[in-house]
T-cell receptor
């Protein structure tokens, strides 16, 4: 069975600090997809990144970076120089590969508070 | 309108009422989803529609009844709900790539439902 664990329930940092959100997943599939979503106070989930299991290169997008390590089944998310606007709940999710509309299995989310 | 919209944004209903939640996507996608987000619980998939046909019903009680009249619209009909059904109901859409692997889902802002 698929499972996503986000062990950090809440994190609080001061603006400009770097912060890493952890995500550990379980799957028996050799091909799978991982996602990160951001849920600001307005409610809608905002897509951040999709990564397939064959692409282990780390990715950087502005202040955001992702570290995918198959050996430890982790897909961690780092925000560099955090800003107040980064305050949100962040979800990591996992999906099986064989159906285009396969549902996502979400972690419980990590609430990030960035204090000015 | 762009993206995924949901109405109403907030709904308070009694246990004997009948109401409907509406979702509309303006992205040209061919798959739509209903999720339930309760406090301190992971996002739970409720229903998946692909090409207007239901492809997944994740053991949801019959008091929730989905309807997908076309690829742009999705409804969730509610009747005789329980207080524990109070939650944020999120709609999402994606483009089914036809077996290549799941594309990212785009979410609406949700309907905050309170059952009294």
């Amino acid at each position: 069975a698929q499972k996503v664990t986000q062990a950090q329930t809440e994190i609080s940092v001061v603006e400009k600090e770097d912060v890493t959100l952890d995500c550990v997943y379980e799957t028996r599939d050799t091909t799978y997809y991982l996602f990160w979503y951001k849920q600001p106070p307005s409610g809608e989930l905002v897509f951040l990144i999709r990564r397939n299991s064959f692409d282990e290169q780390n990715e950087i997008s502005g202040r955001y970076s992702w570290n995918f390590q198959k050996s430890t089944s982790s897909f961690n998310f780092t925000i560099t120089a955090s800003q107040v606007v980064d305050s949100a709940v962040y979800f990591c999710a996992l999906s099986e590969p064989y159906s285009g509309n396969t549902p996502l299995v979400f972690g419980k989310g990590t609430r990030l508070s960035v204090i000015a | 309108e762009t993206g995924v919209t949901q109405t109403p944004r907030h709904l308070v209903m009694g246990m004997t009422n009948k109401k409907s939640l509406k979702c509309e996507q303006h992205l040209g996608h061919n798959a739509m989803y209903w999720y339930k987000q309760s406090a301190k619980k992971p996002l739970e998939l409720m229903f998946v529609y692909s090409l207007e046909e239901r492809v997944e019903n994740n053991s949801v009680p019959s008091r929730f009844s989905p309807e997908c009249p076309n690829s742009s619209h999705l409804f969730l009909h509610l009747h005789t709900l329980q207080p524990e059904d109070s939650a944020l109901y999120l709609c999402a859409s994606s483009q089914d790539p036809g077996g290549v692997g799941p594309n990212e889902q785009y979410f609406g802002p949700g309907t905050r439902l309170t059952v009294t």
